[in-house]
């Protein structure tokens, strides 16, 4: 396994192919499709984002509330292709990575490479577990949204696989 840092994602990002086993350790950001709709409009509409998306990596996700001992509880992962009509947009002003399950349509898949971005899938269903990678969670937006504002997350070693690297390898197309 690889292990990655989330702010070096972009300088590694032409290095790494579908397939590869990545742990990854970082900042990212989790934001499902009610968020992308608002994120969308809110680029759409010239107003500043809650975060930066330049070299960003979004995970879709909705955390649930923490356990004692934990920051977050269950943290697995959502169905990335409900992301799809809004993942373009986000890519063309700079996001580089996200994390999701499952695979992406067309117009995902070109953008993915054009702008030599990232999209890795985590374990469905193994959400439990996934939280003992998040060290630390805050809600930074849309807090109306309740488990799926956004919240920026610090991971420690996230067991991921890269599903469609930056040249276009992707293994739902194998």
Do not use: W
Not at 8 to 35: K, Q
Not at 107 to 115: G, M
Not at 134 to 157: H, N, T
Request: charged residues 20%; proline residues 6%.
């Amino acid at each position: 396994m690889l292990q990655l840092h989330t702010k070096n994602l972009p300088a590694h990002a032409s290095d790494l192919r579908a397939g590869g086993r990545i742990l990854l350790s970082g900042t990212v950001y989790t934001a499902r499709d009610a968020a992308h709709k608002r994120l969308a409009a809110m680029i759409e509409a010239g107003e500043p984002l809650p975060f930066k998306l330049e070299g960003a990596c979004i995970y879709y996700a909705g955390p649930t509330p923490t356990r004692p001992g934990q920051a977050v509880g269950s943290c697995g992962p959502t169905t990335s292709g409900r992301m799809d009509p809004y993942t373009p947009l986000l890519l063309a002003h700079g996001l580089r990575a996200m994390i999701g399950k499952g695979g992406r349509g067309e117009a995902t898949c070109r953008a993915i490479a054009e702008h030599g971005a990232l999209y890795f899938c985590a374990i469905g269903g193994a959400g439990a577990l996934a939280a003992r990678c998040v060290r630390s969670c805050e809600g930074i937006a849309f807090a109306d949204l309740g488990c799926e504002s956004v919240k920026r997350m610090e991971l420690a070693d996230f067991p991921l696989i890269l599903a469609i690297d930056a040249q276009g390898g992707n293994l739902f197309r194998c």
